[in-house]
C-alpha cells in the first residue's frame, strides 16, 4: 500500500476552510484516498474518498490533484468540534484483509475561537 | 445515519473472565470489523466478517474470537482475559461497493483487565 505523509499538527481560526494536505507520491492506479478523523476518546470517523475526481460530502471536500501524488481535505468553515486528528489513507477497493485500514499518525487539527 | 452502537464504554473485568463485546449497526451493512486501538500502535485488525456466520482473521487474532449470528451483531470474545488486552476496542461496519474502506466506527468499548 501506497504510504502517506501529513503534516504533524495546523491551527484553523473558527469560520475559516482548513486545509489538510497529505502527500502520496508512490500512489498506484487502482487506489483510493480515504480521510478518516478521530476526536478524542471517540472512534474514527469516515469522512470521504476518492480516485481522481474531485468530491465534496456534506462534510467536506477532496481535492485530488492530476498527478494523484497528493490530495487535499477542505472543511469550509472548521468549528470547535472539527478539532481532531485527521487520517489520510490509501487503499486498493479490493484486496485482500479488506479491512486493514492502516492509520498512520495523522494531522492534529486545532480549531481555534 | 449510520449508527454502530456497542454494550458498553468501559468495561473492567478481571485476569482470565470470559469477556463479551457486543457490536450492533442498523445499516445492513454486510462487513463489520474489531480493531483494538493502543497509544503508539495505531489501529490493529482482530477480526473482520463479510457475511452472517463468516468470519476473517485480522493482524491480532490470538486470544480473541467473533460471532456472527445475524447480520447486524458482531461479537468480540475475549475466551480468558489477560492484561495485556487491556485497551480501546472499536467496532466498524461498512457498506457493500466501498471494498470495505468506507468504515463507519461505534464510539469504542475501553476495556480494563485487572
Known amino acids: 500500500d501506497a504510504k502517506t505523509t501529513q503534516p504533524p499538527s495546523m491551527d484553523c481560526a473558527e469560520g475559516r476552510a482548513a486545509n489538510l494536505p497529505c502527500n502520496h507520491s508512490t500512489i498506484s492506479g487502482n487506489e483510493y484516498v480515504y480521510w478518516y478523523r478521530q476526536i478524542h476518546s471517540q472512534g474514527p470517523q469516515y469522512i470521504i474518498h476518492g480516485l481522481k475526481n474531485n468530491e465534496t460530502n456534506e462534510m467536506a471536500s477532496l481535492i485530488i490533484t492530476e498527478d494523484r501524488k497528493s490530495s487535499t481535505l477542505i472543511l469550509p468553515h472548521a468549528t470547535l468540534r472539527d478539532t481532531a486528528v485527521y487520517y489520510c489513507?490509501?487503499?486498493?477497493?479490493?484486496?485482500?484483509?479488506?479491512?486493514?485500514?492502516?492509520f498512520g499518525k495523522g494531522t492534529k487539527l486545532s480549531v481555534k475561537p | 445515519d449510520v449508527k454502530v452502537t456497542q454494550s458498553s464504554r468501559y468495561l473492567v473485568k478481571r485476569t482470565g473472565e470470559k469477556v463479551f463485546l457486543e457490536c450492533v449497526q442498523d445499516m445492513d451493512h454486510e462487513n463489520m470489523f474489531w480493531y483494538r486501538q493502543d497509544p503508539g500502535l495505531g489501529l490493529r485488525l482482530i477480526y473482520f466478517?463479510?457475511?452472517?456466520?463468516?468470519?476473517e482473521k485480522g493482524d491480532i487474532p490470538e486470544g480473541y474470537s467473533v460471532s456472527r449470528e445475524k447480520k447486524e451483531r458482531f461479537s468480540l470474545i475475549l475466551e480468558s482475559a489477560s492484561t495485556n488486552q487491556t485497551s480501546m476496542y472499536l467496532c466498524?461496519?461498512?457498506?457493500?461497493?466501498?471494498?470495505?474502506?468506507?468504515?463507519?466506527f461505534g464510539p469504542g468499548t475501553r476495556l480494563l483487565v485487572l
Open positions: 466498524a461496519s461498512s457498506p457493500p461497493g466501498s471494498g470495505g474502506r468506507a468504515q463507519y
Open positions: 489513507i490509501v487503499r486498493a477497493h479490493y484486496g485482500g484483509s479488506q479491512g486493514n485500514l492502516i
Open positions: 466478517s463479510y457475511d452472517v456466520k463468516m468470519k
